[in-house]
């Protein structure tokens, strides 16, 4: 019996997704879109998973799209299962972004075409010395996915995301640390060890005033002033009597760390 193309694990109050096509680079085949859209829903509707981590197996973190099989679609004249794809693609996108808890991509290597703005379209993404990203679309005659025309201008600027999809050059992770691809950079020996311990702490977090940061950062990127401080606004004036926000000023004068998350009423 093969291995889940997908692992999936719950680890206090952490969710982790593992692309687990290690042979392949964990290059996107057969239904693993479908696969990753589902647990994606489950983690989204389950109060218990606080925060979700999205990695790959063995090197790579994901090489995009399977090649051999478009190809095949390709000698086909047939492009009907990519178009059934990229429904699911826009899904997954969709859900990354309207989620409430934070998702993380751990960046474990090689990140190349949708494996890249898989990446990219999670909240905040943590790498190693064997990150490598790479907007390898236009090598095989393709535009990018997975939101990246969005989410790679947005991180790096309009001339520089131009300059990245039209060479598709790779970036080392020293790069991708100063451009602000990645949000932080740990040593390989350590990486899965880093990775968990600030998963953890943002699942220690409090899952409403989160799930509203995370909202309310990308609310901000296309708002005007005037709705962002009415964002401010409604969203702290609804907080501020939420058990969470209680437990965190009680903690705050009594001189303890909070726990959160604990109160009735207050999951997502």
């Not at 989204?44 to 981590?53: F, H, S």
């Not at 996915?145 to 970036?171: C, N, P, Y």
């Not at 409403?208 to 702290?236: R, T």
Request: proline fraction near 4%; hydrophobic fraction near 45%.
């Amino acid at each position: 019996m093969s291995a889940p193309q997908i692992l999936f694990d719950v680890t206090g109050h952490v969710a982790t997704v593992t692309l687990n096509r290690p042979e392949a680079m964990n290059a996107l085949a057969d239904d693993m879109r479908e696969i990753l859209l589902q647990r994606l829903q489950d983690c989204a509707n389950d109060a218990n998973v606080r925060c979700v981590v999205i990695t790959g197996a063995g090197k790579a973190f994901c090489a995009g799209g399977d090649i051999a099989a478009m190809a095949q679609w390709q000698q086909n004249n047939d492009n009907s299962v990519l178009v059934g794809r990229l429904d699911v693609v826009e899904k997954v996108v969709r859900l990354l972004r309207s989620m409430p808890q934070p998702v993380i991509a751990a960046v474990n290597g090689p990140a190349a075409g949708g494996g890249m703005n898989m990446a990219l379209g999670c909240d905040l993404r943590l790498g190693c010395e064997k990150t490598l990203f790479s907007e390898s679309f236009v090598k095989i005659g393709l535009v990018p996915d997975w939101g990246g025309f969005q989410s790679l201008t947005r991180l790096v600027g309009a001339a520089k995301a131009m300059e990245l999809m039209m060479t598709g050059d790779r970036i080392k992770a020293e790069e991708a640390l100063r451009l602000g691809l990645l949000n932080q950079l740990y040593p390989v020996d350590s990486f899965r060890d880093q990775v968990q311990a600030f998963a953890q702490r943002l699942a220690a977090g409090p899952p409403q005033a989160l799930a509203a940061i995370k909202k309310g950062v990308y609310f901000a990127a296309e708002a005007s002033l005037d709705e962002v401080l009415d964002f401010e606004h409604q969203n702290q004036a609804a907080l501020i009597l939420s058990g969470d926000a209680r437990e965190g000023m009680r903690a705050f004068l009594e001189k303890r760390p909070p726990v959160f998350g604990a109160a009735i009423g207050d999951s997502f």
